[in-house]
């Protein structure tokens, strides 16, 4: 069972909420169902580990390290029983790295289009060994320093294949002209499919040399909500896209609790303790100061440039799906110049993609050039919208407070700060970036509370903590 808690241990790291008692669970099942069927251990451990589909993505990543499957070279009958000793028999038959030639790629191409066209997956797992053993070696060390999935692809191009693969569909199958656009994607996602077995096989090559916890932590993408707002590509953006509803209802139900302790009030200690006089000073029965229910207002000001736009519009996202929440919720964005923008994320409310296209495209976010300027965006929105602020109304400046060497104005903060009951400063940037370069965080800090917010997850505990109640 070493290799379970391994296993755990490593999904732990990646934010999984694995107890004790699921790892026990796991252990019977692994004990009722033996080993000898890898994809049933999967699907064992996936039952008895995971919390949720999203997190299927990243288990199977780390699955793979510490449940490797046996591979065999295409010129050889057998592997290794046990998959942590088998030698790479594959690389003495494809060759050093580079050395098998145009020739053996090509042939290797072929062989793949024909796996694909077949479905055959033991057969594409071969041949994704076989690509790694012969092209994606690097380094001068014995044998090789290392393993890359990124040169062996590179060399590869599978998403070439298309054509050739459809061809062989359509004359093995007859596939009527109508379904060719059902087919393309059913393509495409069998060479994906091929893409991360390349990927699978060369973290294991590289586990095998360096050990496989420190590959799954390193090496292994964690889910999309603990993913860096500011390294997140589109499709991570997407997936985080799709998290905003379930989020949003977490949160909401969330913030509903905190709202109905709130609303009991404190203790009213002058009636508590006369009160108490029948029970001989003993305050048997508190009394409450009963608080008026009201919900308060909420202001997002919302810098969209570069590359904090996609924490900006999550964060806009999920809070336009929290406005039943507050009495009121405006929204501002801006570049260099501020607009409000509630409407626009109301209108797109049933569809986040896109929002930051729609926002740049019809709000006057910009002047004379495109850079981010804190300053005149506080100036303007104080200027403009202080009608906003009231003593109920709590603002959140969401942005990494690089100025591109302008004035900061920060009088203009401490008057937003004035006016407001409260500001709170979400930061994409890590705390030692801040006060670098052009970053004027540390003085915005002074005046008001800055908060560091890199990924989605610390996102979602920010907001449920801080939102006012």
Same mark, same amino acid.
């Given at each position: ?23 026990? +669970? ?30 299927? *993505? ?5 699955? +793979?390290?510490? #449940?490797?499957?046996? &591979?065999?070279? *295409? ?30 790629? &090509? ?7 024909? &796996? ?20 994606? &070696? ?90 860096? #707002? ?47 006089? =029948?029970?001989?000073?003993? *305050? ?20 969209? =440039? ?17 406005? +039943? ?25 049933? +569809? *986040? ?117």
């Amino acid at each position: 069972m070493a290799r379970l808690t391994a296993l755990v241990a490593a999904l732990r790291d990646h934010g999984f909420g694995i107890g004790t008692g699921e790892t026990v +669970d796991a252990g019977l099942a692994l004990e009722a169902i033996g080993f000898t069927d890898r994809r049933r251990v999967r699907e064992a451990l996936a039952a008895t580990l995971l919390h949720g589909e999203r997190q299927r *993505p990243v288990f199977d990543r780390v699955f +793979d390290l510490y #449940f490797p499957a046996k &591979a065999t070279a *295409p010129t050889t009958a057998t592997a290794p029983d046990d998959p942590d000793d088998r030698a790479d028999a594959i690389h003495a038959t494809a060759g050093a790295p580079g050395g098998a030639g145009d020739a053996g790629l &090509a042939g290797l191409r072929a062989r793949i289009a024909e &796996a694909l066209a077949a479905g055959d997956t033991a057969l594409l797992d071969r041949l994704a060994a076989e690509a790694v053993a012969g092209w994606g &070696a690097y380094g001068s060390g014995p044998g090789t320093d290392g393993w890359s999935s990124y040169q062996t692809l590179s060399r590869l191009r599978p998403e070439t294949l298309l054509a050739r693969v459809r061809a062989a569909r359509t004359a093995s199958g007859g596939e009527p002209e109508f379904t060719d656009r059902l087919l393309d994607d059913e393509i495409r996602r069998a060479i994906e499919g091929f893409r991360e077995r390349v990927r699978t096989e060369a973290r294991r090559r590289v586990a095998d040399r360096q050990g496989r916890d420190r590959v799954a932590r390193r090496a292994v993408a964690g889910t999309a909500d603990r993913v860096d #707002f500011l390294l997140a590509g589109r499709e991570q953006l997407d997936e985080l896209r799709r998290t905003v509803r379930p989020l949003a209802r977490k949160l909401a139900t969330r913030l509903a609790a905190r709202r109905r302790r709130a609303a009991r009030g404190e203790i009213d200690l002058r009636r508590t303790l006369r009160g108490s006089l =029948s029970t001989g000073g003993v *305050p048997v029965r508190p009394v409450l100061r009963r608080r008026r229910p009201g919900r308060p207002e909420l202001v997002l000001l919302c810098d969209v =440039s570069g590359s904090v736009a996609g924490f900006a519009e999550f964060t806009m996202a999920l809070v336009q799906a929290l406005h +039943d929440q507050f009495s009121r919720v405006r929204v501002f964005a801006f570049v260099n110049r501020v607009d409000e923008v509630t409407g626009l994320l109301a209108r797109g409310a049933a +569809d *986040p993609a896109g929002l930051g296209e729609r926002i740049l495209a019809e709000a006057r976010l910009t002047g004379w050039h495109g850079q981010s300027d804190y300053g005149t965006a506080l100036d303007e929105f104080v200027e403009r919208y202080a009608d906003a602020l009231g003593p109920r109304t709590v603002v959140f400046v969401l942005g990494d407070a690089r100025t591109n060497r302008a004035d900061p104005r920060a009088e203009s903060l401490r008057l937003i700060a004035e006016r407001a009951r409260r500001v709170h400063w979400l930061n994409p940037e890590q705390p030692a970036l801040w006060g670098t370069g052009d970053s004027v965080a540390p003085l915005y800090a002074e005046l008001v509370d800055m908060w560091p917010c890199r990924n989605a997850r610390r996102l979602g505990e920010l907001i449920g903590r801080l939102l006012p109640v």
